[in-house]
């Protein structure tokens, strides 16, 4: 049963699907690459990714407010940190009181199709959160539309129409 409070009619195909949903994630960082998967010195986790022990990310999210409902929307991303910061990270990553390190520096390695320019590269502040919560985002505070959304929050049409162009991307 499709709930008329939370589905919506897509603009782009006429149709009245359930949602519109409040994440979307990316399941390794731009950088990565199945043939990278049997190297030496290379892995990709749920939450962390070496590549040719040179390039270390982590997986985190932006969060977004919806301005006009009492909900958040989130993107889950991939970050690059330095070797230190990477380390460091891996060191507290099970300690309670994590989340009061201070933020790392990092660069957005995610790919978020919907924005113009490029999200990739993008400078960020890695924040810990509490063990057993992802860390998160904040981007530089620049006039690029992904850093104007996580400031200033977005409206749940703003969610639907997410929703859409995500949906009916071109592959």
Not at 50 to 71: E, K, N, S
Not at 125 to 152: F, I, K
Not at 154 to 170: D, K, M, P, S
């Amino acid at each position: 049963m499709t709930d008329q409070t939370t589905s919506y009619t897509c603009r782009h195909c006429g149709q009245r699907h359930d949602g519109p949903p409040l994440s979307y994630g990316s399941d390794a960082p731009v950088y990565w690459s199945d043939t990278l998967a049997g190297e030496d010195h290379s892995g990709l986790t749920d939450e962390q990714c070496v590549i040719q022990g040179q390039h270390f990310f982590v997986r985190a999210r932006i969060v977004v407010p919806v301005t006009d409902a009492d909900t958040d929307f989130d993107w889950g991303v991939w970050v690059s940190l330095s070797q230190a910061n990477f380390d460091r990270m891996n060191e507290v990553w099970t300690t309670p009181g994590r989340e009061r390190e201070p933020s790392y520096f990092g660069w957005l390695s995610t790919e978020i199709p919907i924005y113009q320019p490029t999200t990739v590269n993008l400078k960020t502040r890695v924040r810990s959160q509490p063990v057993g919560h992802r860390p998160l985002v904040e981007l530089e505070p620049t006039a690029h539309p992904l850093a104007v959304e996580q400031r200033s929050g977005i409206t749940l049409a703003r969610v639907r129409q997410i929703a859409e162009e995500l949906r009916h991307a071109q592959p």
